[in-house]
């Protein structure tokens, strides 16, 4: 990975806004990002696994204030090891669960698009009565826009 980053670059790859980013910096979620002479931001690799890291963590549902306590602890050094793996499992059991969760919602989903699909394919209404009307079957066919 390249080095010396401009905010554009390390926007362009994290997704993240010029804005967001120097928002974590501001909050400190990310160490000062040394400049150029002519007062560019330039992020070195360090920071931008950081970065890339607490993208991850944000999209996973960890909120600001653990994500700050996780880059305090990084910047106490090797002895917050324990405690950062503790914060990140604990955060692993929450996305854990959500997924489980997701899994239950998308098996509800198939199961209403089966029921249609067996109702479209047997020419009945949601009354499960036959549909008569060759002009409501083929409008109950079209999967819309």
Known sequence: ????????DVSARTGLSRDTLRWYEAEG???AVPRSSAGVR????TTIRMIDLLVRLRRTGMSVAHMRDFVT???????????RMRLLEDHREEI???IRELIDDLESVDDKIAHYRRLIDAGLD???????DPAVIEQQRLLGD
């Open 42 to 45: 330039r992020y070195d690799d």
């Open 73 to 83: 602890m990084v910047d106490q050094g090797a002895r917050t090891h324990g405690r």
């Open 1 to 8: 990975m390249p080095e010396d980053m401009s905010i554009a």
């Open 126 to 132: 949601c009354s499960e009565q036959p549909i008569n």
């Open 29 to 31: 979620l990310i160490p």
């Open 96 to 98: 854990e669960s959500r």
